[in-house]
């Protein structure tokens, strides 16, 4: 009883010191093992000592109740906590990482090594920060936004703009993850710039590869949160506080990201330092990467900043042009193979079309290797997956008949004969109801339809680009956890439809047209034709050699290669046409250009920050999903979005988190929030 009444004294003299403090509850589980709860003092309303609760026996005789502001709810601790730890918020310095001295060449790589492998870092136990990392923030923030991906609880926020400045998300898996990687950058540049045991080359490659993989984490934020805190070389909360004004400007901020890239651009070589996989990686960073990523900067500040957009997109159109016509980098003959598993024995270019892939590995609980609960995130809950990940019908339904990639990126549930038709919709063969690469059916709730079922209204449609190469069926969870999938950040189409983009916005309409009709071209599978026993032959032995029953072996790939080719419908005609059917705003092109993100890079990490970059995003919330209200009676018939609330642009902004706020008194929150 000391102990708690020395607490509650404590919490008096600490809420009168300061106010941004951490309250840090110690206890030991029946295990043994010892675990933390943590509270924000200004969250806290009142802490009150209880005795002999009965509604709380199992506590002991006496204890602490906490209640927390703007909460109904209280928590109970017993007496027998270890202990409490009052400190200031949780900053996310260097301080407690063991970092590599840099005393020779091999040590200079190996303290590069790390970055790598932290920037990869998925369900590691050595990252303290990233979260779910492969899966979100990236889905939440990246896809979700666009309606075109949705899901239920309280992912569902991100479909409803209810996100707010708490979200752990936000805080966590994103903040705090980037502001910890950049600080690692800014230590290791600063490191091996001072340092004399290595040549100047060595550390000028190095060095430039750093750099890019500080503008990448840089851009995360930026592109979420606008104007963020610029931490430079050798900075990090350790060395210069918590106390930072954000960028004065966006055109501050970009031209930081740009200087990164274009230093690190102007040393790397196409040709990656390594090519080994390592960790996931497909390579270290080259010069296709910090030409990718340079152009996307140019196109954020044009966005950000009107006046100078026309200089930026000539800029950001000359560093894609050298993307694009390099010889480096080629489109996958096949769409529909390109989240198949690739070998662990492969080469880096095993798929010419990837700039920049996370290979999320089929491991278990390796810690060398990186793996992610991917397949539980994007399953059917009545497969075993946990539903955090649904398409919506107005997505499924943006797709011209015959464009292979819708097919290849969903499942749909079994929806009976009749009810696809009376909305117009038209389904699939291969995939209406049933998986094609594991073989199995989709378990949904038939008498639902379009939708899930319940007062959450989910789709009845999942996405195959990650929950594809094992089961979460039949014992999943026993056996194969963790599949493989990749995570491509940047991919060689990226690339075209942004020089697209920068070509006419710079007036040069024709080439961007013919950009878009090439990718139109592999979307109906046209350069498959005559390949079938090629892209069969290097597909499905590892698609057969990941875990699966005997019932689950294929002879022949899950969805036919095309055998003749099919006549794909002129771009501009296409779209012109879709603009005046719809009511668009935007012209043809920025349809065009918008409407091939959508189904080129649905669940990918990109869809969002580009729709918005583009200045696109708002036409395509309104005109394809308009605010409906749709009667809970006819909600299972019902295949389209239910949008009530009224969209507002300047929340594709994010709130910057309560945490730093709390302990950075120099940063601001962004308008509307």
Same mark, same amino acid.
Request: proline share 4%; net charge negative; with cysteine.
């Given at each position: 009883?000391?102990?708690?009444?020395?607490?509650?004294?404590?919490?008096?003299?600490?809420?009168?010191?300061?106010?941004?403090?951490?309250?840090?509850?110690?206890?030991?589980?029946?295990?043994?093992?010892?675990?933390?709860?943590?509270?924000?003092?200004?969250?806290?309303?009142?802490?009150?000592?209880?005795?002999?609760?009965?509604?709380?026996?199992?506590?002991?005789?006496?204890?602490?109740?906490?209640?927390?502001?703007?909460?109904?709810?209280?928590?109970?601790?017993?007496?027998?906590?270890?202990?409490?730890?009052?400190?200031?918020?949780?900053?996310?310095?260097?301080?407690?990482?063991?970092?590599?001295?840099?005393?020779?060449?091999?040590?200079?790589?190996?303290?590069?090594?790390?970055?790598?492998?932290?920037?990869?870092?998925?369900?590691?136990?050595?990252?303290?920060?990233?979260?779910?990392?492969?899966?979100?923030?990236?889905?939440?923030?990246?896809?979700?936004?666009?309606?075109?991906?949705?899901?239920?609880?309280?992912?569902?926020?991100?479909?409803?703009?209810?996100?707010?400045?708490?979200?752990?998300?936000?805080?966590?898996?994103?903040?705090?993850?980037?502001?910890?990687?950049?600080?690692?950058?800014?230590?290791?540049?600063?490191?091996?710039?001072?340092?004399?045991?290595?040549?100047?080359?060595?550390?000028?490659?190095?060095?430039?590869?750093?750099?890019?993989?500080?503008?990448?984490?840089?851009?995360?934020?930026?592109?979420?949160?606008?104007?963020?805190?610029?931490?430079?070389?050798?900075?990090?909360?350790?060395?210069?506080?918590?106390?930072?004004?954000?960028?004065?400007?966006?055109?501050?901020?970009?031209?930081?990201?740009?200087?990164?890239?274009?230093?690190?651009?102007?040393?790397?070589?196409?040709?990656?330092?390594?090519?080994?996989?390592?960790?996931?990686?497909?390579?270290?960073?080259?010069?296709?990467?910090?030409?990718?990523?340079?152009?996307?900067?140019?196109?954020?500040?044009?966005?950000?900043?009107?006046?100078?957009?026309?200089?930026?997109?000539?800029?950001?159109?000359?560093?894609?042009?050298?993307?694009?016509?390099?010889?480096?980098?080629?489109?996958?003959?096949?769409?529909?193979?390109?989240?198949?598993?690739?070998?662990?024995?492969?080469?880096?270019?095993?798929?010419?079309?990837?700039?920049?892939?996370?290979? +999320?590995? #089929?491991?278990?609980? =390796?810690? !060398?290797?990186?793996?992610?609960?991917? /397949?539980?995130?994007?399953?059917?809950? %009545? *497969?075993?997956?946990?539903?955090?990940?649904?398409?919506?019908?107005?997505?499924?339904?943006?797709?011209?008949?015959?464009?292979?990639?819708?097919?290849?990126?969903?499942?749909?549930?079994?929806?009976?004969?009749?009810?696809?038709?009376?909305?117009?919709?038209?389904?699939?063969?291969?995939?209406?109801?049933?998986?094609?690469?594991?073989?199995?059916?989709?378990?949904?709730?038939?008498?639902?339809?379009?939708?899930?079922?319940?007062?959450?209204?989910?789709?009845?449609?999942?996405?195959?680009?990650?929950?594809?190469?094992?089961?979460?069926?039949?014992?999943?969870?026993?056996?194969?956890?963790?599949?493989?999938?990749?995570?491509?950040?940047?991919?060689?189409?990226?690339?075209?439809?942004?020089?697209?983009?920068? +070509?006419? #916005?710079?007036?040069? =309409?024709? !080439?961007?047209?013919?950009?878009?009709? /090439?990718?139109?071209?592999?979307?109906? %599978? *046209?350069?498959?034709?005559?390949?079938?026993?090629?892209?069969?032959?290097?597909?499905?032995?590892?698609?057969?050699?990941?875990?699966?029953?005997?019932?689950?072996?294929?002879?022949?790939?899950?969805?036919?290669?095309?055998?003749?080719?099919?006549?794909?419908?002129?771009?501009?005609?296409?779209?012109?046409?879709?603009?005046?059917?719809?009511?668009?705003?935007?012209?043809?092109?920025?349809?065009?250009?918008?409407?091939?993100?959508?189904?080129?890079?649905?669940?990918?990490?990109?869809?969002?920050?580009?729709?918005?970059?583009?200045?696109?995003?708002?036409?395509?919330?309104?005109?394809?999903?308009?605010?409906?209200?749709?009667?809970?009676?006819?909600?299972?018939?019902?295949?389209?979005?239910?949008?009530?609330?009224?969209? #507002?642009?300047?929340?594709?902004?994010?709130?910057?988190?309560?945490?730093?706020?709390?302990?950075?008194?120099?940063?601001?929150?962004?308008?509307?929030?």
């Amino acid at each position: 009883m000391k102990k708690l009444i020395s607490l509650l004294l404590c919490l008096l003299v600490c809420a009168t010191a300061m106010c941004h403090i951490v309250m840090k509850i110690y206890q030991t589980d029946t295990d043994g093992n010892p675990y933390c709860t943590l509270y924000y003092l200004d969250d806290i309303e009142r802490i009150e000592l209880f005795s002999n609760s009965d509604d709380e026996e199992h506590l002991g005789e006496n204890g602490i109740k906490i209640y927390k502001k703007n909460y109904s709810n209280s928590s109970y601790f017993s007496s027998e906590l270890d202990s409490v730890v009052w400190e200031d918020y949780v900053s996310p310095g260097l301080s407690t990482l063991e970092l590599t001295a840099i005393t020779s060449e091999e040590t200079a790589k190996e303290r590069v090594a790390a970055i790598y492998k932290y920037m990869n870092c998925f369900s590691s136990s050595d990252n303290n920060y990233g979260g779910d990392w492969g899966f979100k923030p990236q889905i939440l923030t990246n896809s979700h936004p666009t309606l075109d991906t949705q899901a239920t609880g309280w992912d569902k926020d991100w479909n409803t703009q209810s996100y707010d400045e708490e979200s752990e998300v936000l805080t966590a898996s994103l903040w705090n993850y980037s502001y910890y990687s950049i600080f690692q950058c800014n230590k290791a540049i600063s490191d091996l710039m001072s340092a004399s045991c290595i040549d100047g080359k060595s550390k000028e490659q190095l060095v430039a590869e750093v750099r890019t993989i500080r503008a990448f984490f840089y851009i995360q934020l930026a592109s979420s949160f606008g104007r963020v805190m610029i931490f430079d070389t050798g900075e990090d909360h350790d060395t210069v506080g918590t106390k930072r004004a954000r960028a004065a400007s966006y055109a501050d901020m970009w031209d930081y990201i740009i200087g990164d890239l274009k230093a690190a651009a102007d040393v790397l070589d196409w040709k990656p330092r390594e090519t080994t996989r390592t960790y996931g990686r497909n390579g270290t960073m080259n010069k296709g990467i910090a030409l990718a990523y340079l152009g996307d900067a140019y196109m954020w500040k044009a966005y950000r900043c009107p006046d100078a957009a026309q200089e930026c997109y000539k800029l950001a159109a000359d560093a894609l042009e050298k993307v694009v016509k390099s010889g480096e980098y080629e489109l996958n003959e096949s769409f529909t193979t390109l989240w198949d598993a690739i070998p662990e024995n492969a080469e880096y270019k095993w798929n010419k079309e990837a700039i920049l892939v996370q290979i +999320l590995e #089929n491991a278990e609980w =390796e810690s !060398e290797k990186p793996y992610s609960f991917m /397949k539980f995130h994007t399953a059917c809950p %009545g *497969n075993g997956g946990w539903g955090s990940l649904y398409l919506s019908w107005e997505w499924y339904t943006s797709f011209e008949m015959g464009d292979k990639r819708r097919d290849a990126s969903c499942v749909t549930g079994n929806i009976p004969d009749g009810y696809m038709e009376k909305f117009g919709i038209g389904y699939s063969a291969i995939n209406r109801g049933y998986h094609p690469y594991l073989k199995e059916p989709i378990y949904g709730d038939d008498y639902n339809h379009f939708n899930c079922g319940g007062a959450l209204s989910t789709p009845s449609i999942w996405s195959m680009k990650y929950w594809r190469n094992a089961s979460t069926f039949n014992n999943a969870w026993s056996v194969n956890m963790h599949a493989a999938a990749n995570i491509y950040w940047k991919r060689l189409p990226n690339v075209m439809l942004d020089y697209a983009e920068c +070509l006419f #916005n710079l007036g040069n =309409e024709k !080439e961007g047209w013919d950009i878009v009709n /090439k990718l139109r071209n592999r979307a109906f %599978g *046209n350069l498959e034709v005559g390949k079938a026993d090629e892209l069969t032959g290097k597909y499905l032995p590892e698609l057969n050699r990941l875990y699966r029953a005997y019932s689950m072996q294929h002879d022949t790939y899950p969805i036919p290669f095309n055998e003749k080719t099919v006549e794909v419908a002129d771009a501009k005609t296409y779209y012109t046409a879709l603009k005046a059917e719809k009511g668009f705003s935007s012209p043809a092109w920025k349809v065009a250009v918008n409407e091939e993100r959508r189904k080129e890079f649905n669940s990918e990490p990109c869809l969002r920050p580009d729709m918005e970059r583009s200045g696109y995003l708002e036409d395509h919330i309104e005109h394809n999903y308009p605010k409906r209200t749709i009667n809970s009676n006819e909600r299972q018939d019902t295949p389209w979005t239910e949008r009530t609330f009224d969209f #507002n642009p300047q929340r594709m902004t994010f709130p910057i988190p309560l945490e730093e706020l709390r302990r950075n008194s120099e940063c601001d929150q962004n308008e509307g929030y």
